[in-house]
């Protein structure tokens, strides 16, 4: 969509509501909300021009806003260095914005930009409003950061190593919240989302030696490790352990992806068994629960983005280890 900047000076909407729905429509994470959806999301957005040269989000500042660019080109950086420019339909901002990452984001607009702009504050009462809003953008999320765990060959950043949680006499109701309590995904939820979340959660048993899944089959589930010891083999990398507490191939489920490595019991091994559609029906009742797994996704791709700059310029990363 080509915009006159020129003609803008009077300030006057130049995109209608109905463009304005279609606009973001076109957007990962907004494409599968519905009309009405749509248009109550659009309400929400502001036009703003940036002219070429000029600072759309300046770091050391929260970003606090996301912009979705409709025309002209922004480049972004990250602690200095660029990590890539962006054009027409595509957003900036975002990934700050939902982190809540308190250094912020850098963009800079190469030529002019018209693009609409959502408050970051302004989005979080949407998602408390509109669960299918928080479970398109944690699917755009997911597919991102598994993006970038596939360019970079490796499956997580690193984590905390726990201790098996007793499993001889199987898992009870309270058993499994108090695992799901330990991990860094849940450890903050209110007590009546974990019971739902534990209530949906199902125990599994894998022998040594076991194929749990192959590469390029189906994800309709995620693994939360109790105990034992899984591998991950992704293609041209090395093999990758998982033990208790870590969540394993759930950036597949969320983000509706085949899976894309191997995985294999090294040990007897006990997991509780996820669904994406069980974690869905826990976000309609309890929404704040899916805002603060956006924030755990938002810090993830911005770990992974860190790594890739830490190996390609030797900047070492201030952020926090992050778990799959």
Do not use: C
Not at 153 to 168: E, I, K, L, M, Q
Not at 232 to 238: F, G, K, Q
Request: hydrophobic share 40%; aromatic share 6%.
């Amino acid at each position: 969509m080509r915009v006159d900047l020129s003609a803008y000076s009077d300030g006057q909407p130049r995109v209608s509501a109905v463009q304005r729905s279609l606009i973001l429509k076109s957007l990962p994470g907004f494409s599968e909300l519905t009309g009405a959806e749509l248009a109550i999301l659009a309400s929400f957005v502001t036009e703003r021009v940036f002219r070429k040269g000029e600072t759309m989000l300046e770091p050391g500042r929260p970003a606090m806003s996301i912009f979705l660019i409709i025309d002209g080109v922004v480049e972004m950086f990250l602690d200095g260095l660029s990590v890539g420019t962006f054009t027409n339909r595509t957003s900036v901002g975002g990934v700050a914005a939902l982190s809540r990452d308190p250094r912020g984001a850098h963009a800079v607009a190469r030529s002019d930009v018209f693009a609409l702009e959502l408050d970051a504050e302004e989005m979080d009462e949407l998602f408390e409003d509109n669960h299918n809003l928080i479970v398109g953008v944690l699917g755009a999320l997911a597919r991102t950061l598994r993006g970038l765990q596939e360019k970079q060959g490796g499956v997580a950043v690193s984590g905390t190593v726990h201790p098996d949680y007793p499993t001889a006499r199987g898992l009870t109701l309270v058993d499994r919240m108090f695992v799901l309590r330990a991990t860094e995904n849940f450890k903050d939820v209110s007590i009546e989302a974990l019971l739902e979340l534990a209530e949906g959660a199902h125990e599994v048993s894998y022998e040594a030696g076991e194929q749990i899944w192959r590469r390029g089959s189906p994800a309709n589930h995620s693994l939360m490790i109790v105990s034992g010891r899984v591998v991950a083999t992704p293609p041209d990398a090395d093999p990758q352990p998982f033990t208790s507490r870590w969540i394993v191939g759930g950036l597949d489920d969320l983000g509706h992806l085949p899976r894309w490595y191997d995985l294999h019991a090294e040990v007897d091994t006990v997991a509780l068994k996820l669904s994406s559609t069980n974690l869905y029906d826990v976000f309609e009742d309890y929404p704040d629960m899916g805002i603060k797994m956006l924030r755990g996704l938002a810090r993830g791709a911005l770990a992974l983005q860190e790594r890739a700059l830490t190996r390609e310029h030797g900047i070492r990363s201030t952020r926090p280890p992050t778990q799959e």
